[in-house]
């Protein structure tokens, strides 16, 4: 589901439709100065393609429900950056026409949310990076898995800063990170291995449709090392932050000491994709401390001392938060350090 | 399985190729006025109810002018619903503050303020449906390709609502030889959901390569070319202006007070 | 006026993966001619066809359209000169619209808006489907479908048409009017078909391929007539000519 008008000011949906408008005219031109002409007909048809994927699910083993691709990423793999940019927007413009899945003022928020990272973040920063060029490989898989969750963890990160950021909902920000992050990991996950899939199948049945320009200048030595970091700072952050000790996080005992309230934790609930599932989760939620004007702190439900591991969802936000900078930073790093390698090849070239 | 979807386009593209007054209005003119619909209904503060009521006269006009059974509009509205309710929902539990008394019920703001929330969705959700439908996507295509979208994301639109049918055909084909031979199961394994999806998608790099072929053969160099620019006619101004004058009045005085005041001002 | 419409000598293409297509291709035909190219799937029937409209670079041999030569710089001339009409008629509409998808090939070509007005509405007209010219492709049946795509390559007043297996997909009624159609072309015409029943209706010469050679070149009712020759080269003598129907 997309965003909603209903949810969105109207200055920040003005901001962010600034913001991919700017996108849709670059990657515009872009596209018309490539010397490929047979662009037009297969960004449509491919296009077409996304759409009619989007409606056949595959089931997810061991959980009873099912996930169908995205499209972001493997629209990226196929088509580049700027055509996969324009792709995914088009696909998002007839969603919110004619399915009113995402609303005309909110747009430009879902087109940035879920065009520009698979294309412009996760694609080149971690995919190129982990696969290189290599497709149907467990590294490709690996690739796959890490650009996608990458990519829809900042998305849903940005739905959250965009909703915040309008004023409108009063959903507080823990509770709506807390509701957001944990699902599109999953979906994450079930994206990754979508793409990875297909991009294996196509790769055996007709190789020359996935591009195998490696990253030109890549200074081979260091990349792995950011990969590990990159990796390593998710894992961190987000797994073992579960079982760290029972003393509250360095954030939330900052909030605990300003509002009296500790940070409110959710019981362990199994990751469930399902929308019922969810209301049910985080309706938990109020009842811990959030009246106004009742100051009791609650406690929260699993404060046991010394009981590991504790399931705390509070330090594992922040972590997967953390962590997830730290995976952007090493991407940024990589980006840079990419760039002035190019540099350094066309100099000599 | 999603075929309902499809066949959802298909209706609703049967829809925007009517021939209503409503329909032969300039798709620009649509567009903006709804454009400044969204914008100034997402300007109202939180708790605003009542102010909102005059902004339904717009897309309900517009649907009735426009022949669109108001139940293609309303069903769709409800299926895009549980987004807008699940964020929705949590202002009742967050903002705890009375504003009012109904009786013995207390109304706390946050009631309010959801209430205005999911008023709110309807009517940005309905005002666009309704664009669509008394236009079509490629009169409004054509609209927004003159108000400055650029040509080449206006033609990925175009292309991909051709190509959309023949594709998701394609797909249903695929899927019901798979379901014939599964015993029944929705969901595929995902072994044999990458061969479907990857089969898929070769065909649609195989008709890519085809349109392709058939368009150089037809003299494509890569400019696209239009036959007809529509142009504005005075009952588009009319449009244009009245709707902002319109828009403009109920964001700046709340209309629906205004006439309940005059109403009950006359019963006394 | 050049001596001949289509001259092929020599032709051989081989495809990436290395199968060879065509193994040497030579024929000539003149213009306002109706020749039908048969022959079991896989003999080079579609090969041969893209080489007419320079789909397909020329690897060894020549074609001639005209008198010119198809080489890199003369293949626009070409494209001009010769209409294709593809096999499936999807491929081929791909605007909105019928009128835009007509439209297509004139505007590419530089008409004025009227002249391209006038092109849309001749050809529409020729092939009977001026009352869809508003209609999207997806709501046209199949032998709509395929008259539009005729329509399409009619508005570039080509000299050649050149058809991939036109009445495929077509009911018996639809399937009638294409063959009064092409009956009353004028245009030369070039028909890879595996309906031999339409070839004796059409064309009054016919090439037989097989494993991409030519292995026979002669008026229609010889060679198809040929139960033999028909057999040998993956074909059958048509029903039509059994019974020896006057035409």
Redesign the interface.
């Known amino acids: ?10 200055a920040v ?2 901001a962010l439709w600034a913001v991919s408008g700017g996108l ?2 670059g990657c ?2 872009k ?2 100065q490539t010397l490929r ?2 662009l ?10 996304i ?9 997810i ?1 061991g959980t009873g429900s ?1 996930g169908h ?1 995205g499209g972001g990423l493997l629209l990226t793999v196929l088509l580049g950056p700027y055509a996969a940019f ?2 995914i ?3 998002l ?2 969603q ?6 995402g ?3 909110a747009l430009g928020c879902n087109i940035f949310n879920l065009g520009f990272f698979p294309a412009f973040v996760a694609y080149p920063l971690i995919y190129r990076v982990i696969a290189r060029d290599q497709f149907g490989t467990s590294r490709a898989w690996v690739a796959a898995l890490v650009a996608a969750i990458a990519g829809l963890q900042l998305g849903a990160l940005c739905v959250v800063l965009e ?1 915040k950021a309008s ?6 920000f823990r ?2 990170v807390l509701m957001m992050l944990p699902i599109h990991l999953v979906i994450g996950v079930v994206e990754g ?2 793409t990875a ?2 991009v ?3 790769a055996r ?2 190789s020359e ?1 996935l591009p195998t320009a490696p990253a030109a200048g890549a200074s081979v030595s260091l990349r792995p090392m950011l990969i590990g970091l990159a990796l390593a700072a998710v894992v961190m952050g987000g797994v073992v932050s579960w079982f760290a000790s029972t003393h509250p996080d360095g954030l939330e005992w900052s909030i605990a000491k300003v509002t009296g309230h500790q940070e409110v934790t959710a019981p362990g609930a199994p990751l469930h994709r399902k ?1 019922a599932a ?2 049910e989760r985080t309706a938990m939620l ?1 009842g811990y401390g ?4 009742k100051a009791a702190p609650a406690a929260p439900a699993d404060a046991r001392p010394a009981s590991w591991p504790t399931v705390s969802a509070g330090t594992s936000v922040s972590g997967i938060v953390g962590g997830l900078m730290t995976l952007a930073l090493a991407g940024l790093i990589g980006f840079v350090l990419k760039a002035r390698s190019m540099q350094r090849v066309s100099g000599n070239g | 399985m999603g075929i309902a979807n499809w066949i959802e386009i298909g209706r609703m593209d049967e829809l925007g190729r009517m021939d209503t007054p409503a329909h032969r209005l300039d798709a620009r003119a649509k567009a903006v006025v709804t454009l400044a619909f969204v914008v100034i209904v997402m300007s109202f503060p939180r708790h605003a109810v009542s102010a909102l009521t005059p902004f339904l006269l717009y897309p309900v006009v517009l649907i009735a002018v426009g022949q669109i059974p108001a139940r293609h509009i309303l069903k769709k509205i409800l299926v895009a619903a549980p987004f807008a309710l699940v964020i929705g929902i949590f202002n009742p539990f967050m903002d705890r503050v009375p504003v009012a008394t109904l009786g013995p019920l207390v109304i706390t703001g946050g009631w309010v303020s959801f209430v205005s929330i999911m008023f709110r969705f309807v009517l940005t959700v309905g005002a666009a449906l309704a664009l669509v439908a008394c236009t079509g996507l490629y009169r409004l295509g054509a609209g927004l390709e003159q108000l400055g979208v650029p040509r080449v994301f206006v033609m990925q639109l175009l292309f991909l609502y051709r190509y959309l049918f023949v594709v998701a055909d394609q797909g249903v084909k695929m899927m019901r030889g798979v379901e014939l031979r599964s015993a029944g199961a929705h969901a595929l394994r995902w072994r044999v959901y990458g061969s479907l999806i990857g089969q898929l998608l070769l065909r649609s790099l195989d008709r890519a390569e085809r349109v392709h072929g058939a368009m150089l053969a037809r003299g494509f160099d890569g400019k696209i070319r239009v036959l007809r620019q529509p142009s504005f006619r005075w009952t588009d101004w009319g449009f244009v202006g009245g709707g902002l004058l319109f828009l403009a009045a109920a964001r700046a005085w709340n209309l629906a007070e205004a006439f309940g005041r005059v109403l009950t001002g006359m019963a006394r | 006026m050049s001596t001949c419409a289509v001259d092929v000598r020599d032709l051989f293409y081989a495809y990436p993966d290395g199968t060879e297509a065509l193994k040497g291709i030579s024929f000539r035909i003149e213009h306002g001619a109706a020749v039908a190219l048969v022959g079991g799937n896989g003999a080079g029937k579609s090969t041969l066809l893209l080489h007419l409209n320079g789909c397909l670079p020329v690897q060894r041999g020549e074609v001639r359209i005209g008198d010119v030569p198809l080489t890199r710089e003369t293949v626009t001339l070409a494209q001009r000169a010769v209409g294709m009409v593809f096999q499936d008629p999807d491929d081929q509409l791909f605007m909105p619209t019928v009128a835009e998808d007509v439209a297509f090939g004139p505007l590419n070509a530089g008409l004025s808006p009227e002249q391209v007005e006038a092109r849309v509405a001749a050809a529409l007209e020729r092939v009977g489907m001026a009352p869809v010219r508003e209609r999207p492709p997806y709501r046209l049946s199949a032998g709509e479908k395929r008259a539009v795509a005729i329509a399409t390559v009619l508005a570039m007043a080509p000299d050649i048409l050149v058809m991939d297996e036109p009445s495929s997909y077509l009911d018996p009624r639809a399937r009638r009017r294409l063959i009064e159609l092409l009956r009353s072309f004028e245009h030369t015409r070039i028909i890879a078909t595996h309906d031999l029943e339409l070839v004796v209706e059409v064309c009054s010469r016919v090439i037989v391929l097989d494993t991409g050679r030519v292995v026979a070149d002669g008026p229609t009712g010889q060679i198809l007539d040929d139960e033999m020759l028909m057999l040998a080269h993956g074909l059958e003598r048509p029903h039509i000519l059994r019974h020896r129907h006057p035409h």
């Open positions: 589901m997309h965003m909603a008008d209903a949810l969105i000011s109207p949906g003005g849709l005219a515009a031109r596209v018309q002409d047979d037009v007909p297969l960004m449509g048809v491919l296009g077409a393609f759409f009619a994927a989007q409606m056949i699910n595959f089931s083993p099912s691709l324009l792709v927007a088009s696909v413009t007839v919110a026409f004619f399915f009113a899945d609303g005309l003022l909703t004023g409108i909902s009063e959903l507080p509770a709506f291995l979508a899939a297909v294996a199948f196509v049945a007709r449709a929308l969810v209301q109020p959030f009246q106004a004007g």
